[in-house]
Nanobody
Framework: QVQLVESGGGLVQPGGSLRLSCAAS????????MGWYRQGPGKQRELVAE???????NYANSVKGRFTISRDNAKNTVNLQMNSLKPEDTAVYYC??????????WGQGTQVTVSS
C-alpha cells in the first residue's frame, strides 16, 4: 500500500480558490494513476479528477474548467487547484493512488467548505 497525506483544505467563500496537495510515501509513485475524490454530506464518494502516469487527465463534468490536477513525480506529489469554488463543492476530499496489482490506496481526507 501507498501512504498518502493530504493538506490544503479549509473554509473559503464562494468564488474563491484552494489548492490541495497530496504527498505519497513510495518511490513507484511515477507509475500510479493519481486521483482526487470527494464525498459530500449524504452523498457517495465521486471522482473529481485523475492523472495517469503519462500525464493524461480526466475531470468530472461538474469541475471542468474550474479545477486543475497536476503531478510532480520528482516530489511524489499530486495537487488539485480549485478555482471558482461553489457551495456544492463542499465535501471531504480524498487523495487516491491506483497501482497495478496493489490496487487502491487512500488518504485520510481533508475537509473543503465553501460558504459565505
Amino acid at each position: 500500500q501507498v501512504q498518502l497525506v493530504e493538506s490544503g483544505g479549509g473554509l473559503v467563500q464562494p468564488g474563491g480558490s484552494l489548492r490541495l496537495s497530496c504527498a505519497a510515501s513510495r518511490s513507484f509513485f511515477s507509475i500510479a494513476t493519481m486521483g482526487w475524490y470527494r464525498q459530500g454530506p449524504g452523498k457517495q464518494r465521486e471522482l473529481v479528477a485523475e492523472v495517469t502516469s503519462d500525464g493524461s487527465t480526466n475531470y468530472a463534468n461538474s469541475v471542468k474548467g474550474r479545477f486543475t490536477i497536476s503531478r510532480d513525480n520528482a516530489k511524489n506529489t499530486v495537487n488539485l487547484q480549485m478555482n471558482s469554488l461553489k457551495p456544492e463543492d463542499t465535501a471531504v476530499y480524498y487523495c487516491n493512488a491506483r497501482l497495478p496489482i496493489l490496487g487502491d490506496s487512500w488518504g485520510q481526507g481533508t475537509q473543503v467548505t465553501v460558504s459565505s
